[in-house]
């Protein structure tokens, strides 16, 4: 199976900082077309998950433009320019260029 | 205004089964991959099974094979997952969700515990 290492796995901010997370895979997540099947996910507390980014960088709607996903081949970031009080929960990087689809262990984001 | 929403879950025994259903509205459902992503208490998401837009297309984790089903009703809007034998560690928050090339949704979820 692809394994998916996220750093760090707790984040405390200070709100109105930035903040960035990482996601690497063990396998290339390159489809023979050239786009990349790597999403991001954020979980708030006692909440679902939900879709904050799709193919690596573009924002699903809705998504504040304070998020940005970026990456290539197994290297992939997410950030956030000014990290606000209701961006605190769970982030998972998941991939679906192999089966089993497999999400990151989770980054925990909290308020300094 | 799109709405999954699951049901089924429940306590069971060790080996026993349960049937989980998700019914869909707001959503071309026809058009739509649909998946199982369970969440054990307090850890993170893995993805159990999902059914390609037709259902003639199925996959499961390895974890899941020969003791999960996963149907579809498209006249429905539904699709379901048989769940059999289950274990002690199969206990989670089973997600349905649905993929879309530009959406994704999320149901509320459904606990699942097995236990004696």
């Known amino acids: 199976d692809v394994v998916m290492t996220q750093s760090p796995l707790s984040l405390p901010v200070t709100l109105g900082q930035p903040a960035s997370i990482s996601c690497r895979s063990s396998q290339s997540l390159v489809y023979t077309d050239g786009n990349i099947f790597l999403h991001w996910f954020q979980q708030r507390p006692g909440q679902s998950p939900r879709r904050l980014i799709y193919?690596?960088?573009n924002r699903d709607s809705g998504v504040p433009d304070r998020f940005s996903g970026s990456g290539s081949g197994t290297d992939f970031t997410l950030k956030i320019s000014r990290v606000e009080a209701e961006d605190v929960g769970v982030y998972y990087c998941m991939q679906y260029r192999h089966w089993p689809h497999t999400f990151g262990q989770g980054t925990k984001l909290e308020i300094k | 205004e799109v709405q999954l929403v699951e049901s089924g879950g429940g306590l069971v025994q060790p080996g026993g089964s349960l049937r989980l259903s998700c019914v869909v509205s707001g959503v071309t459902f026809t058009t739509k991959w649909m998946s199982w992503v369970r969440q054990a208490p307090g850890k993170g998401l893995e993805w159990v099974v999902h059914v390609s837009p037709d259902g003639s297309e199925t996959k499961y984790v390895d974890s899941a094979k020969g003791r999960f089903i996963i149907s579809r009703d498209n006249a429905k809007s539904s699709f379901y997952v048989q769940m059999n034998s289950l274990r002690v560690e199969d206990t989670a928050v089973y997600y349905c969700?649905?993929?879309?090339?530009?959406?994704?949704?999320w149901g509320q979820g459904t606990l699942v515990t097995v236990s004696s």
């Open positions: 193919q690596v960088s």
């Open positions: 969700v649905e993929w879309g090339q530009f959406d994704n949704y």
